[in-house]
């Protein structure tokens, strides 16, 4: 027996772009800053639900499993199960399929599923020589000891990378993630003025999205311990010109490279939220859904080209349930950069790509730029590792509500040659 | 079903060791560690009272025939060891009968710290006053975490009385130890055990193992180290006792508060000889109990105990939704957060919500609250610019503008959308809550809740009722005050209500005084002599001169008397913004380096006290005559715990009382400059 599965409310924190050093929240206190007005919004009881689960990459110290400890400092309950699941870009989604199939299968009536990233706390990282030498200073006994160990002391020790620099690198290809975008621009012939010109867009639709209010109820503002309101996610540029972006450099490839930082998904801090729940736990608690999840998808290819994963998850989903291209009315592609959202597009209209790869007759077909990431996406917005699959299922319920949309897809690319993807529909 | 935490066993069954035959405060079980567990009769906090003490003395007996090995000194209460001496039982005593007291309390703490056998206090939670001198009285002490050991004598205008003075100088640093006990501060758990108050400090499961280290003599003593030796000669002492004498003096005046100078006699005269020292202690501490000082001071306990009483029972309020996040509300809402309830703050704007949220942790942080404690607030805590709060919250409490139109808009639009028990409280100064109720959604279940500024400094809060109030409104709004840790006190819906009513004419006359061309700082610093906190120059510029302006034109409107008039320039100010300490300027200018004086007149002007001071007792008088108020305590309370109106004289009805003159003075101020002094009616009653 499966069972309808609605999502029936979510929020997010404002995204911010990290400025170099840690922003204000770790990643539990985003959780609880979006968290918080949600569960007041609603009508049900703080302790109503069955599971709380949290995607959340970078996770810091002080906050091992931060599904639990946003659930405790949520007040929803010492007997609160939480967990928290790791998929790396993909765990905001994650943790949303899998509330979805508990619900389905009808172990559970009612989670609260999220993501959260504080990527400005990311730690750094001390090469293994130094953590050794540091691990040993702090055995030493007496001033001799230590003063012998001083002398081990080497300046390279000092050097530490950031974590995420790391955290960016693909461990078995070790291609950095922006890499792989230059991969693809490559296979796929993106030009960078084409990469500049999506990118320019992405600015222009959150900036319109955010001055008509069509946010205000999914974005919601975050209050730091310094006094300041976060009111919007605060790395879009609205009056961002080709010949701005044109003026950038290479991120990633010098100096050939046409991944830049402008047509890129930016490095922010952010979490989001969304209640699932199923036909009674709408029923009992006189709940007010605004979309319901059909299915999801998982899928894998080799990491260099990780950037093609939402074609790759997508088309079973469409292909399943006898989709053709015009009958997904919306779409969100997590725009990880703007070359690896146009090769996904290049590749749904190849011929050849959709016969041979994915099996279809001839191309899927041509996304039409109207009905894809309407009010921007990861380039303009940011991308919080962990929270970002979250966002753009809850976005895409949102925006198919205001626009009456029937049908729609989120999907998402996901470093080490992942993919998801999910089927919404109106209620 | 029992929630798992709450069904495992404590471990901990102090009421399976029986009380002896005879005995009402005491449990007792003999063994080779013998065990006595103080468990005061009828209540749930233990004072060492004189049945305390008398029934130990014969227990005493009875365990040195036991000959235990070591014997274990503890208390049955879950708050704590003892909150103090029973001050009920002391209160009246007087002359020979208190140092008769003194002296069969001393000999019963002499017989315990002479065992031939290790004695051993265990303490936990408060262990103040009389309690720490009970086991200070022991070989040893080991405390439990969470443990707040204190002399909090100072604020009775008291000085240790049980031997403490002794004991805590000769256990730990005596500089330490007499900074302890002249400022009344407690020490917590670490501070106590790094100090050497405590031998060790331990979760309370392992207790057990550290009775057993201490019986096999394995616990060592701190010693008060080089200092405590040093101090043993006079003249070391008399030069510590200079210094204290000043600091003293800055903080309270010999003249008003004597004990301080008493205790600080008592070390440097005796400090080097532990018998001595003994018997001044006792002759001082009796000496003191007479003094004016400590009888109001005790009055003034009296009376918060009082104000505590009124709001007893259930709240019924897990929720508070706070509307206004300006300087009041968001000091409401941190409070409220910091006490345990859940708080959602509104505003329309974003930029006070964080202001608040800010305000919240500097007040954290000044209530030392830990990391993990000041999160917490934090969370339950919810700036709310959505207003989401107002279907959930269990009470709404206004804190917006005080202006009507704004207040009537915000009550209609909570119409059909509060909870249905949900009650709404207004925080309104100068408005009447007549003029409010018509808008509210339910009169019954609307009411005043009157918090004074800074809510986390001043502990009262008026609870004001109207004709339409229920009963129960205005007792869970008093449950709720007082288990946010203020005092509720009770009064009707009077123009200024009971506090600021009384304060409104020491605030106007004092701009009257300014006008006539007295400078601002001897006006201050005569009410300073008084025993002010501030004077009230100083405190309009901190109440704001915005608000003292609101609250002298709504006392002039709606008293039916003479008041005195607002000077011009005064609404000129506020019209420039110059509105006092948070605008940076008022009547003494912040920004520019200008500081209000802090020191009393050496000889103010009697003139000034009186002007200032009488037209408060009068409105008092008023208040009472008018039912503002139910008794004349009330009235004291309400004003020292929401002005600090100079406490060691026990509030402006006592001051009267005592006085007597008081009328009469007021007619001849009333001659001199004005009707606005004319004694109320309500005086041929009063007395």
């Known amino acids: 027996m499966t069972r309808p599965v609605y999502l029936v409310d979510g929020a997010r924190t404002p995204f911010l772009k990290a400025r170099g050093g840690p922003g204000p929240f770790t990643p539990v206190d985003l959780a609880v800053q979006c968290g918080r007005p949600l569960l007041m919004r609603q009508p049900m009881p703080r302790d109503a639900f069955d599971l709380v689960i949290l995607g959340c990459v970078n996770v810091i110290q002080d906050e091992m499993n931060p599904a639990r400890v946003a659930a405790l400092r949520l007040g929803m309950g010492d007997e609160q ?25 009808g172990s559970h009536e009612m989670i609260l599923a999220g ?123 609205p009056d961002n010109s080709m010949d701005q972006l044109a003026k950038l450099g290479p991120a990633f490839e010098k100096p050939y490279g046409k991944v830049t ?31 319901r999840l059909v299915d999801s998808e998982w899928a894998a290819l080799d990491p260099s080209i990780m950037g093609l994963g939402p074609v790759l998850a997508s088309t079973p989903l469409t292909q399943r349930h006898g989709l053709a291209v015009d009958d997904i009315d919306l779409w969100e592609i997590n725009e990880a950069f703007a070359a690896q959202v146009l090769s996904c597009l290049t590749a749904w209209q190849d011929d050849d790509f959709c016969r041979d790869v994915l099996g279809y007759d001839t191309a899927f077909g041509r996304i039409d730029r109207g009905r894809l990431n309407v009010d921007g996406g990861a380039i303009s917005l940011g991308h919080p590792v962990g929270a970002s699959g979250n966002r753009i299922v809850l976005h895409l319920a949102n925006a198919m509500k205001t626009k009456g949309a029937r049908r729609g897809i989120a999907t998402e690319c996901i470093g080490g040659g992942l993919g998801g993807a999910m089927l919404l529909e109106a209620v | 079903m029992t929630d798992v935490l709450e069904y495992l066993p404590k471990r901990l069954a102090p009421e399976e060791t029986p009380k002896p035959q005879g005995v009402t405060n005491w449990r007792y079980a003999q063994g080779d560690i013998a065990q006595l567990w103080l468990d005061c009769a009828d209540t749930g906090t233990n004072v060492i009272s004189e049945a305390v003490l008398r029934e130990l003395d014969t227990l005493l007996d009875q365990i040195k025939g036991d000959r235990p090995r070591a014997l274990v000194i503890r208390s049955a209460k879950a708050g704590g060891f003892a909150a103090g001496a029973d001050i009920d039982g002391f209160a009246d005593l007087r002359g020979d009968k208190a140092v008769q007291m003194l002296e069969q309390g001393h000999a019963v703490l002499d017989k315990l710290a002479a065992l031939p056998f290790t004695t051993i206090a265990v303490v936990h939670g408060n262990t103040l006053g009389g309690g720490l001198e009970l086991a200070l009285a022991c070989d040893h002490r080991i405390g439990v975490e969470g443990v707040k050991v204190g002399f909090p004598e100072v604020q009775l205008g008291l000085h240790p009385g049980l031997g403490g003075t002794v004991r805590l100088t000769q256990l730990i640093d005596p500089v330490a130890a007499m900074q302890m006990m002249l400022t009344g501060s407690s020490a917590h758990d670490r501070k106590a055990r790094k100090l050497g108050i405590l031998d060790a400090l331990v979760p309370e ?42 600091e003293a003096e800055k903080k309270a005046p010999n003249q008003h508060y004597p004990a301080p100078f008493a205790l600080i006699n008592l070390w440097e005269d005796h400090g080097g000889d532990a018998t001595e020292m003994q018997k001044a202690e ?19 306990f009296f009376l918060r105990r009082k104000l505590k009483s009124e709001g007893k029972g259930k709240d019924g309020i897990d929720h508070v939704h706070v509307i206004g996040a300006g300087a009041m509300g968001a000091e409401i809402a941190a409070w409220s957060a910091m006490q345990g309830k859940r708080v959602t ?56 503008p005080e202006k009507l139109e704004i207040k009537d808009k915000i009550y209609a639009s909570l119409a059909g959308v509060m909870k249905p028990n949900a009650i709404l409280a207004s925080n309104t100064s100068s408005l009447k809550l007549a003029d409010l109720v018509a808008t509210a959604p339910d009169a019954g279940r609307f009411a005043g809740l009157h918090f004074f500024n800074p809510v986390s400094q001043m502990p009262l809060v008026e609870v004001v009722s109207h004709d339409g109030a229920e009963a129960r409104t205005l007792d869970r709004l008093a449950a709720f005050a007082e288990g946010i840790d203020r005092l509720p006190v009770r009064v009707t819906d009077y123009p200024g209500f009971l506090v600021n009513r009384i304060l409104g004419p020491y605030l106007m006359e004092a701009m009257v005084m300014l006008e006539e061309g007295k400078s601002k700082e001897e006006i201050d610093c005569a009410a300073l002599a008084f025993g002010m906190p501030m004077g009230p120059v100083t405190l309009a510029d901190q109440v704001g001169l915005d608000i003292c302006l609101e609250v002298a034109r709504s006392l002039r409107n709606g008293l039916d008397r003479p008041m005195a008039d607002t000077p011009d320039w005064l609404a000129e100010m506020v019209d420039k913004g110059h509105t006092g300490r948070k605008s940076g300027r008022g009547l003494y200018d912040y920004d520019n380096g200008e500081t209000p004086p802090d020191l009393p007149a050496d000889d103010p002007a009697d003139s000034i006290i009186e002007r200032l001071i009488l037209p408060m007792c009068d409105a ?15 009235v004291d309370a309400a004003v020292i715990f929401g002005t600090g109106w100079a406490p060691f004289r026990g509030g402006p009805m006592h001051y009267a009382k005592v006085r007597r003159d008081v009328p009469r003075r007021l007619e001849a101020l009333a001659a001199e400059h004005g009707v606005r002094f004319a004694p109320d009616k309500g005086w041929a009653s009063f007395g």
Request: hydrophobic share 45%.
């Open chain 2, 620 to 634: 008092g008088v008023e208040c009472l005559r008018k039912g503002v108020a139910q008794d004349a305590d009330s």
């Open chain 2, 282 to 300: 006792i002759a001082s501490f009796a000496e003191l109990l007479d003094s004016a000082t400590a009888q109001n001071l005790i009055r003034v």
């Open chain 1, 115 to 237: 993501g959260t990233e504080a990527l400005s706390h990311a730690p750094l990282v001390y090469n293994r020589e130094a953590t050794e030498w540091f691990g040993g200073m702090a055995q030493a006994k007496g001033a001799m000891d230590k003063a012998a160990k001083l002398t081990e002391l080497r300046p390279d020790f000092f050097s530490p990378v950031i974590g995420l620099e790391r955290g960016l690198t693909d461990p078995i290809t070790s291609l950095n993630m922006g890499q792989t975008a230059e991969v693809l621009a490559h296979r796929f012939g993106i030009d960078r003025e084409t990469a500049d010109a999506y990118a320019v867009d992405s600015h222009k639709r959150l900036a319109a999205a955010q001055a008509d209010g069509r946010l205000d109820h999914e974005v919601l503002p975050a209050f730091d311990r310094d006094g300041v309101a976060h009111k919007t996610d605060d790395g879009v540029r």
């Open chain 2, 345 to 400: 703050l509104e505003d329309v704007a974003l930029e006070p919500l964080g202001k608040a949220v800010k305000r919240a942790v500097g007040i954290y942080d000044k209530k030392h609250l830990s990391g993990i404690d000041a999160r917490d607030a934090l969370d339950r805590m919810m700036p709310d610019p959505n207003g989401l709060g107002r279907a959930r919250a269990d009470l709404v409490i206004e804190a917006a």
């Open chain 1, 261 to 291: 930082a402008g047509n890129s998904s930016q490095i922010t801090d952010g979490a989001s939220w969304v209640i699932l729940a199923s036909e009674t736990a709408v029923k009992a608690h006189g709940l007010d859904p605004i979309a």
């Open chain 2, 205 to 246: 499961r392992h207790v057990e193992a550290a009775i057993c280290a201490a019986a096999a003599g394995k616990l060592d003593h701190y010693s008060g180290g080089l200092r405590a030796t040093a101090m043993r000669t006079r003249a070391a002492r008399a030069l510590a006792a200079t210094r204290m004498r000043s």
């Open chain 1, 81 to 105: 199960v939480a967990f928290t699941v790791q998929i790396n870009c993909g765990s905001g989604m994650q943790s949303i399929d899998t509330a979805f199939r508990y619900i389905r299968d």
